[in-house]
């Protein structure tokens, strides 16, 4: 798609940026470093008892040792083996798209919005996992393939999707836009040609994989919701009026022809 002011990726949309050919040190330092050091801060959740002792302090039951029952790397058991995993492949995706893919200029103050807004979403998929070990049963024998239950594997699933399909749709739109063949056209290929936002059906995907892997449907659902309601109240109205004032009869012909905005033939 063509550029415009992009809202955050993360993704609280009413932050707006102003596209440019290279952006802020010190603000995509911030990025990159703040979302490559919330894998470990998970890690700390688990391990150093930080997410018991939260859930404990509000009435909820959680205990250490299943969080490190069973086969797992680095003193953590399966289930909480994998969300960590999950949660630095999700930084690393984020840390290089801050670095050879971005094109905006990036504050502090909104790369820290990004950061937090990411941070907190996994420090709560990692307290609800904790919980999950500790009110329902999982088995703690045999390899780490025997300890991953079906809502793991679905949640591995959709996170490999979504973050495939966010990474395709922006390296796509990349290389549309640097084809001088393309100057002040909206890009219609690939991915764009299904959906008008790609990158955002894609997070979404693995925003709802990590939670599903933590075990609780319920807490699956509620994210999925408000991480839709967030991109289509607030991101994709906001991109819509730009795109709309800046493209005109284009854009109205791209919506036309791609009817949906976030889920096709759904939303």
């Not at 979302?35 to 930080?50: E, H, I, K, N, V």
């Not at 859930?55 to 797992?72: K, Q």
């Not at 495939?164 to 991915?191: Q, V, W």
Request: proline fraction near 6%.
């Amino acid at each position: 798609m063509a550029s415009y002011e992009k809202p955050v990726p993360g993704r609280l949309n009413h932050l707006r940026y102003t596209p440019v050919n290279s952006g802020s040190i010190p603000g995509i330092a911030t990025y990159a470093l703040g979302r490559l050091s919330d894998a470990p801060l998970q890690y700390f959740m688990f391990t150093q008892g930080w997410a018991v002792k939260a859930l404990t302090a509000v009435g909820l039951r959680a205990s250490n040792i299943l969080i490190s029952a069973g086969p797992g790397v680095a003193g953590l058991g399966p289930i909480p083996t994998l969300l960590t995993g999950m949660y630095a492949v999700a930084g690393l995706h984020h840390g290089y798209w801050i670095l050879f893919r971005n094109s905006y200029t990036w504050t502090i103050d909104t790369s820290l919005t990004v950061v937090v807004y990411n941070a907190v979403v996994n420090t709560l998929n990692t307290l609800v996992a904790v919980n999950a070990l500790t009110s329902a049963p999982h088995p703690i024998l045999g390899d780490f393939v025997d300890c991953i239950g079906w809502k793991q594997w679905a949640g591995l699933a959709l996170f490999a999707v979504g973050i495939s399909m966010e990474t395709i749709a922006e390296e796509s739109r990349k290389r549309f836009k640097k084809d001088p063949k393309n100057k002040g056209k909206i890009d219609d290929t690939g991915l764009w040609s299904f959906v008008r936002h790609p990158n955002y059906l894609g997070y979404t995907l693995w925003r709802t994989g990590i939670t599903l892997a933590t075990g609780s449907l319920p807490a699956t659902g509620v994210l999925t919701v408000l991480q839709i309601l967030s991109f289509t109240t607030q991101g994709i109205p906001g991109i819509t009026a730009y795109m709309s004032q800046r493209y005109g009869q284009q854009w109205t012909d791209y919506t036309k022809r791609v009817p949906s905005a976030l889920i096709p033939g759904i939303l």
